[in-house]
């Protein structure tokens, strides 16, 4: 018999409770924001090296974060169950139930990135803490070039993070007891 055959999986879910909330943290939730946090700290480390502005990497880790949680949320209401999401639309916003695709995400962050590319969207919602400390912003969205990121040098830079943040939220689904086989003969 296999060594792997005596391995038992039984991991608790979740990392941590929040004592004042009575709210856990999961694993995958802790593993999926880390992901962001390390690939923003990459980006820094890429753009301060290729003499590019690093106010660019907090623009592009908005649209990253927004895309890639839009994408696959969308990615598995459209792949996965179209029928029980048409038939209640509003069960899409309960994303506490579950139900993110990664292939979905890869489709919001290549689109993502193509805005960021083309466009400088600033959005109130985003930046009300400039609005509460008293300096005025408004939302809107103007075509803008950004020197020396094209799309496809954006997209190679990203992929570096892209994968790194992939591999934490699979660890994730991992630590969750969501990514297990079948025996086989």
Excluded at 150 to 162: A, E, F, S, T, W
Aim: with cysteine; proline share 5%; net charge positive.
């Amino acid at each position: 018999m296999s060594f792997l055959s005596f391995i038992i999986w039984n991991v608790d879910p979740e990392f941590f409770t929040i004592p004042f909330l009575d709210r856990p943290v999961r694993w995958y939730g802790l593993l999926f924001a880390l992901g962001f946090l390390i690939s923003q700290q990459i980006m820094f480390y890429l753009y301060r090296k290729e003499g590019k502005p690093e106010k660019d990497v907090e623009t592009l880790t908005i649209y990253m974060v927004i895309a890639t949680i839009l994408g696959a949320r969308l990615g598995h209401v459209l792949f996965y169950e179209p029928d029980k999401y048409l038939a209640n639309p509003l069960d899409i916003l309960k994303i506490w139930e579950g139900g993110l695709a990664s292939h979905g995400a890869a489709f919001g962050i290549l689109f993502a990135l193509w805005l960021y590319t083309k466009y400088d969207i600033k959005l109130k919602f985003f930046w009300i803490i400039k609005d509460l400390i008293g300096i005025p912003y408004s939302a809107s969205a103007k075509k803008v070039t950004r020197p020396n990121q094209n799309y496809l040098q954006v997209v190679d830079r990203i992929v570096i993070v892209v994968a790194l943040t992939g591999c934490l939220i699979r660890f994730g689904n991992f630590m969750n007891s969501e990514i297990y086989g079948k025996p086989t003969h």
